[in-house]
């Protein structure tokens, strides 16, 4: 069982909608990550937080827009998106400080389907 | 930078067979190192890690992997394979010293095993 839990499992929404993408731990964990990954592809890396302050964009356009209201949650709205967009969207979270050793914990994912 | 890379984009093998998959790094530090696995349609578990100590680390579902510094690998095994190990699996790294933030993953081996 994974102790970080993301919803939607299954998202499909059109390029003029509006969506949002959820993710929550409960294991104290102060670092979180956006992941977009196309399928036989490794994860790459969108977003991380750390300490509920965005540390790290990795020059993803803005129809993407994280947001992470406190220590144990982590949204990433959607809008305007393009087909290409359709991939799975992993989170992920680490603690930090002296019991941080770069390991990330996976939700299960959300699989997204832009027509 | 770090970069991590991986023979064989697609590995088969026979039930009951070795599982060797292998995984360089290049690292101008000392890293920590991963092995992560992901079944179909699932998010990503970490199957063992390095960090420090003992060089030889053994992971869960019966996997270890070697740390050598010299070759700058490494690489996973498995004595045996099974019918479910058949799944993707990354390697990654992680530079604690200077980017906390961010694992680098290689691209990926896909396991197939013939019953």
């Known amino acids: 069982d994974t102790e970080v839990t993301q919803t939607p499992k299954h998202l499909v929404m059109g390029m003029t909608n509006k969506k949002s993408l959820k993710c929550e731990q409960h294991m104290g964990h102060r670092a979180m990550y956006w992941y977009k990954q196309k399928a036989k592809k490794p994860p790459e890396l969108m977003f991380v937080?750390?300490?509920?302050?965005?540390?790290i964009n990795e020059s993803v356009p803005s129809r993407f827009s994280p947001e992470c209201p406190n220590s144990s949650l982590l949204n990433l709205h959607l809008h305007a998106l393009q087909p290409e967009d359709s991939a799975l969207y992993l989170c992920?979270?680490?603690?930090?400080?002296?019991?941080?050793?770069?390991?990330?914990?996976f939700g299960e994912g959300s699989r997204l389907t832009v027509l | 930078a770090q970069s991590v890379t991986q023979l064989g984009s697609h590995v088969s093998v026979s039930e009951g067979a070795l599982v060797l998959l292998r995984c360089n790094y290049s690292s101008s530090v000392p890293p920590y190192l991963f092995w992560y696995v992901q079944y179909p349609n699932q998010g990503l578990q970490l199957l063992l890690k390095y960090t420090t100590g003992a060089t030889l680390v053994k992971g869960i579902n019966g996997f270890e992997a070697e740390f050598k510094k010299s070759e700058t690998s490494f690489h996973l095994t498995k004595p045996s394979a099974h019918m479910s190990d058949a799944a993707e699996y990354f390697c990654?790294?992680?530079?604690?010293?200077?980017?906390?933030?961010?694992?680098?993953f290689g691209p990926g081996t896909s396991l197939s095993v013939i019953p």
């Open positions: 937080y750390s300490y509920e302050k965005l540390s």
């Open positions: 992920a979270s680490s603690p930090l400080g002296s019991g941080n050793t770069g390991e990330l914990f």
């Open positions: 990654a790294v992680s530079d604690m010293k200077t980017s906390y933030d961010k694992v680098i």
